[in-house]
């Protein structure tokens, strides 16, 4: 977005600086007073950023464990303990990281349902929509790698139940058969899969630095959305990012770090499975195992269907449909605000995530409400969730009688305050 | 007519096309290591076998033991187990038909990989509607043959290679 405030230091010595690498010009417009964003951000709009510090802080607390963790299937369960009780500061250390990452979902989530609901996915934002479900797979895969390391009985059997599921593809010619031994490295999950892991949950969040660098790139051309959904035209509709949104934003993060330390000090073991403080056996598989929470909807989701390629081909559908969803959706406006039956669907979905993610935490004979298994209520929950997509989403963004959509983003605040 | 210009043309666009070829081959025989390392290493594929005392395994149990870092299970069946395996032989649930005679080598005797052929928990022994094995994690019943009877696993729990060195020992992989 073309910048109102050009950055021109007063202090020569900034200046000299400045002429030969405008880093700081680059800073000032990308977060500084030189960007400006719609007056009217709420703070859904803070989720963005608080995704970014957790990503920093995820790799600022990974880089002092791997200080003290060793990557060796017989010292590993043991390290990590070494690092809770011995190591100075490392429960802190080890809480923050092992519930940053569950944070660090809880914002992301917060974030992507942002963009359902206001429809940031819609043109001209599509790749930056892209990027950001780009981001998504591999925090998915970061966190998956990380969960394996301490080596506990979750660790190893989660690590044996995802990898297999690569197995479901071996009808594919040459690599098929082998790919499986190939991620592991042998014919088990083993120390080859435990050293191999923990090289690419190294790496992995700087290659999701490099993806975020895009995605606030991609960003920056059309400029954020806004609750309202409609383009920013001219200065009345904006106000430079600092000091108006640098301010809420340390606001919400300051919210936020409370909930967070809620976490980190008060129940830092909530969110693990008791399971994973037993150390791994190969020999004996716990009764019940459940994935991390943040992966629950699409476990209930591979769970649903009886057969074993299928439920992995949903449940990778099920994330990989969001690419789709700038054509999905026909609507001309983009938020929900003025699509009274979208609006509706939408919160439908969302508890239909969150009661698949439910679904995914409790065993899939256990008998619920009316006598029927849980099975069925996840297939009839998966039913809906692809339904919101491929049958929802397009029909009913094209046919629904939209509410009248404000003239510019300035007349609606002003209206708004006039009302008081 | 064919020109000068013509001639650099096609001599530049053969170039071209030389280059690229001969560019991909470089960069597709770089990766092929960095793909191959992360396969099996010579000391994890050197071959290992196991000996198993079968006098260890009173009739009508199982015993556990680790083959190449994998569960295997070894059943000593009794005459009844034997029978309703057999019995079994055309059962239309049969996700994945095979004979109990084709499983063994000694009715008595049932080796096979105690892995799910789902996404690989271990089942359990002497549980689910079979009489065989279940599966905890995703809920596949095997029988008494280690057959795939109900559940999302797609095949029978396999049977590796494994020889008689004589009446009560065996000899694994």
């Known amino acids: ?420 | 007519m064919t020109t000068h210009d013509d001639v650099v043309e096609e001599r530049r666009n053969f170039l071209y096309l030389a280059t690229g070829a001969a560019g991909a081959v470089a960069v597709g025989g770089a990766a092929w290591p960095l793909i191959d390392q992360m396969n099996p290493s010579k000391d994890v594929l050197a071959l290992s076998s196991i000996e198993v005392d079968l006098t260890k395994i009173p009739e009508g149990t199982s015993a556990v033991f680790l083959w190449r870092k994998n569960p295997v299970f070894v059943r000593h069946r009794t005459e009844a187990e034997i029978a309703r395996a057999r019995a079994d032989d055309n059962a239309p649930d049969l996700v994945d038909p095979q004979a109990d005679e084709d499983r063994v080598q000694r009715p008595e005797w049932l080796v096979m990989s105690g892995v799910c052929t789902h996404f690989g928990c271990i089942p359990l022994d002497q549980q689910g509607d079979f009489g065989g094995w279940f599966c905890p994690c995703h809920g596949s019943h095997y029988d008494i043959s280690g057959r795939i009877r109900r559940g999302p696993a797609p095949a029978n729990l396999p049977v590796m290679g494994y020889e008689f060195l004589n009446d009560t020992t065996i000899k694994i992989g």
Not at chain 1, 1 to 6: F, I, L, P, Q, V
Not at chain 1, 128 to 133: D, K, P, S
Not at chain 1, 188 to 198: G, K, S, Y
Not at chain 1, 378 to 395: D, G, H, N, R, W
Request: charged share 10%; net charge neutral.
């Open chain 1, 1 to 420: 977005m073309a910048s109102e405030h050009k950055f021109d230091p007063t202090n020569p010595t900034l200046k000299w600086v400045e002429d030969r690498l405008p880093l700081m010009g680059l800073i000032y417009n990308a977060i500084g007073a030189g960007f400006s964003a719609p007056r009217n951000l709420n703070y859904w709009w803070n989720f963005g950023v608080l995704a970014g510090f957790m990503l920093v802080v995820q790799i600022v607390t990974g880089i002092v464990l791997v200080m003290h963790y060793v990557p060796d299937v017989n010292l590993a369960f043991d390290s990590v303990q070494h690092i809770r009780r011995d190591v100075n500061y490392g429960w802190l250390m080890q809480a923050i990281h092992a519930n940053g990452a569950s944070m660090f979902f809880i914002v992301v989530y917060i974030h992507i349902l942002r963009g359902f609901y206001f429809g940031s996915y819609k043109s001209p934002r599509e790749v930056l929509w892209f990027l950001g479900i780009i981001i998504y797979l591999l925090m998915m895969a970061t966190g998956f790698m990380g969960y394996v390391l301490p080596w506990g009985q979750m660790s190893f059997w989660g690590a044996t139940v995802i990898t297999n599921f690569f197995s479901a593809f071996d009808f594919i010619p040459f690599i098929g058969d082998g790919l499986v031994e190939w991620l592991w490295g042998g014919f088990a999950v083993d120390q080859p899969t435990l050293n191999r892991f923990f090289s690419l949950h190294y790496l992995l969040p700087f290659v999701l630095v490099g993806v975020v660098i895009l995605h606030i790139w991609a960003l920056h051309i059309p400029g954020s959305t806004n609750p309202l959904g409609i383009d920013a035209n001219g200065p009345y509709d904006k106000v430079p990012f600092h000091p108006y949104y640098t301010a809420k934003d340390a606001f919400g993060l300051g919210v936020f770090v409370i909930f967070f330390a809620a976490f980190v000090f008060y129940i830092p073991d909530f969110l693990g499975h008791p399971d994973n403080y037993i150390k791994a056996d190969r020999l004996k598989t716990p009764a019940h195992i459940v994935p991390e929470w943040y992966y629950l909807p699409f476990y209930a989701i591979l769970r649903a269907i009886p057969d074993k390629l299928l439920g992995i081909v949903a449940m990778f559908a099920s994330i990989l449909i969001m690419f789709a969803m700038p054509w999905l959706d026909g609507s001309r406006i983009r938020s929900m605000r003025f699509r009274p039956l979208s609006k509706i669907f939408f919160w439908i979905f969302v508890i239909n995530g969150l009661f698949l993610g439910y679904l995914g935490s409790i065993s899939p004979d256990e008998i619920l409400w009316f006598g029927f298994e849980a099975i069925v209520y996840a297939q009839i929950s998966t039913l809906y969730y692809f339904a919101y997509f491929c049958v929802i989403m397009p029909v009913v963004s094209r046919m629904e009688t939209t509410l009248p959509v404000p003239t510019s983003i300035a007349a609606s605040v002003l209206e708004a305050n006039r009302k008081g």
